[in-house]
């Protein structure tokens, strides 16, 4: 049976254009820490990927192998049978976040099934995507319906998002809230879901839409508050600067405003509405690059989508949150573990030792992990091999990147700065990426499309030498 060791891994960063750029950026700083590359101070550097999704995949260092082809290897070493590609259930990322995300949302296993069916190349996954995000730095975001009674006030207090919704439906919504009915009850979901679907669909008359806006940014300049705290009137100042004339600059009014400091986390599962707005971040995210979007991005968008996989469930900030755990025996590794499967984060915080035999173990686990090193400078040993190797003790500093087999036994020792550290792992088995890889490899086909009229029929003429379109994968976030 076949050992498997630590390995320090070459991993991805995504450049979308609402990134950090340069080295203001955190990704960028902890990918030129660990990486051999430049920055480009021009350039805006977004995530990085942590994980073996075929969009990302992180490689082995030392060959430049993919993860996901070592773990299948090693697999296959160990168990003496023929295993599939095996893919970890999970992507962990560092976010840097200057300019307004999209308003979205991402689906369920079912619902992502069914959205790959009808449209593969705008929903390339199937698989669906819980999202995690601890705040590295001040972070803030958009998230979940606020409480039934706070939409409805807002409604009164802002004329124009009542009628985006329609002045009947809208009306209608206020009712069920004033007459105290259950923001829990599939009626008053019902009618928010109606409301919802008017108001994102109100893009499609952007005069109406434009002469609205002027009037809300007016009123919030007069001082009109709703429920609206100054924090979050200059969210929507910032969406307005980011996307002018976009309906997402409504969004604050019935959407949760959250703020994280950092070291605070939430989570929210798929079916939720959110937005990231700023600040830099540690995600975990189910094994899944699919993103239904309905406002604040030049990307494609699809509402109906979108209002078809949202739950419309409302309530409190709080709801999302997820509090720390301090793993016993381990005082130093606070766990956040939400309802959810595909990943559980640890964050390791280690102080300087001024002794080099001062051994600080982590947790052994029976799955793999990816732990990226954000603080410090140690040494990083493999208790579980015998004797010394020179794969059993790597030196690890801030940018270091480490893939963890299973039942790994490691420490760090000789800590001459405090380490900050984080690590993601599951238990649970990563998808099935083989039919994403065959239609990422597909090449776009180039044509030339024209319709003649000959009396009341139409002809379709196609010329195969004059390029119409580039067929572009629509990543996670792209705006």
């Known amino acids: 049976m076949q050992k498997v060791n630590m390995e320090r891994l070459q991993c991805h960063v995504q450049n979308y254009a ?75 990322k560092i976010m840097s976040i200057s300019r ?139 969406i307005a600067a980011d996307f002018p004339g976009d309906v997402g600059i409504f969004s604050p009014l019935f959407i949760n405003h959250m703020i994280l400091e950092p070291g605070e986390c939430c989570y929210y599962a798929a079916e939720e509405i959110h937005a990231y707005l700023s600040g830099e971040c540690v995600e975990c995210v189910g094994c899944s690059n699919n993103t239904i979007r309905a406002a604040c991005t030049p990307k494609y968008i699809d509402v109906d989508a979108l209002c078809e996989v949202l739950n419309y469930r409302m309530g409190h900030s709080s709801y999302y949150l997820v509090p720390p755990v301090t793993l016993n025996g381990f005082t130093y590794v606070n766990e956040y573990a939400p309802d959810c499967k595909d990943f559980i984060l640890h964050e390791i915080k280690i102080a300087s030792t001024s002794e080099n035999s001062s051994r600080i173990p982590i947790p052994s686990l029976s799955c793999g992990s990816i732990m990226v090193i954000v603080k410090g400078e140690a040494e990083l040993e493999n208790l579980s091999e015998r004797g010394y190797r020179r794969d059993k003790h790597i030196r690890i500093a801030r940018g270091d990147i480490i893939y963890i087999p299973p039942g790994a036994q490691l420490c760090f020792y000789g800590c001459q700065r405090d380490i900050l550290a984080y690590r993601t792992f599951s238990y649970e088995r990563g998808p099935d990426h083989s039919l994403l890889n065959i239609a990422n490899s597909m090449q776009p086909v180039a044509s030339k499309l024209k319709v003649q009229k000959k009396g009341r029929a139409k002809y379709l003429i196609v010329d195969e030498d004059a390029e119409i379109f580039d067929v572009e994968t629509e990543m996670d976030g792209i705006c």
């Open 18 to 92: 609402w990134g950090k750029k340069g080295m203001d950026s955190e990704v960028a700083m902890i990918y030129a820490a660990g990486h051999d590359v430049c920055i480009d101070g021009d350039k805006p550097y977004a995530e990085l990927w942590m994980g073996t999704h075929p969009d990302g995949p992180a490689r082995l260092k030392r060959n430049d192998i993919k993860l996901s082809s070592y773990i299948t290897e090693t697999e296959k070493s160990i168990y003496e049978r023929s295993v599939e590609e095996t893919h970890l259930p999970f992507i962990m």
């Open 100 to 238: 307004t995300l999209s308003l979205q949302a991402h689906p369920t296993r079912e619902q992502a099934a069914r959205l790959n069916d009808r449209d593969p190349l705008h929903y390339p996954d199937r698989n669906h995507k819980p999202e995690l995000a601890y705040a590295l730095t001040r972070f803030e975001l958009l998230c979940g319906f606020r409480p039934a009674v706070e939409i409805s006030t807002n409604i009164s207090a802002f004329s124009e998002l009542g009628e985006l919704m329609g002045k009947d439906t809208s009306k209608a919504f206020q009712i069920l809230v004033e007459a105290g009915v259950s923001e829990e009850c599939a009626t008053t979901k019902a009618a928010l879901a109606v409301c919802f679907k008017k108001l994102m669909h109100a893009r499609e008359d952007k005069q109406h839409l434009n002469s609205l806006i002027d009037s809300f940014l007016h009123k919030l300049d007069l001082g009109e508050r709703g429920c609206l705290s100054e924090e979050t009137v200059k969210v929507i100042r910032k």
